[in-house]
């Protein structure tokens, strides 16, 4: 019975040094926001017309607007890096964002204004 508890008390002990702190969760997942983001801005947004321009919910936030770019910046290059900070964003944020209140898709108009994509406001 003795050796159970030292044990139990070694394990707890040892867990603890594995667990990660809530700000360091929250740095982790701003981190992988701001990867996503700086992704987000790679492709060009040069149109001709409004018809060349959409919106695409690629951030793992619904509290978050619609990315407006042109149809062709789904390269297969730029889709599988997005996949991949997704996922990570997923993981790392998905706690956290847990305890939002959730939101409703913002609607968005996508506009081809002085040749570049854009928001309508």
Known sequence: METRIIL????AA???LF???AAADSAACAGAVTQLE???RTP??????????K????RMNTCKPAVILPYTHATADFMTKLEI????????CTDIWANENPCMLA??????????CAQDK
Request: charge should be positive.
């Open 8 to 11: 139990l008390a070694a394990l």
């Open 107 to 116: 609607p968005y108009k996508a506009v081809c204004v002085n040749s570049l």
């Open 38 to 40: 700086a992704h987000l």
């Open 85 to 92: 900070i997704q996922r990570d964003v997923k993981i790392l």
């Open 55 to 58: 919106g695409y919910y690629y």
């Open 14 to 16: 040892f867990s603890g």
């Open 19 to 21: 667990s990660v702190p």
């Open 44 to 53: 060009s947004l040069a149109c001709k017309s409004d018809k060349d321009c």
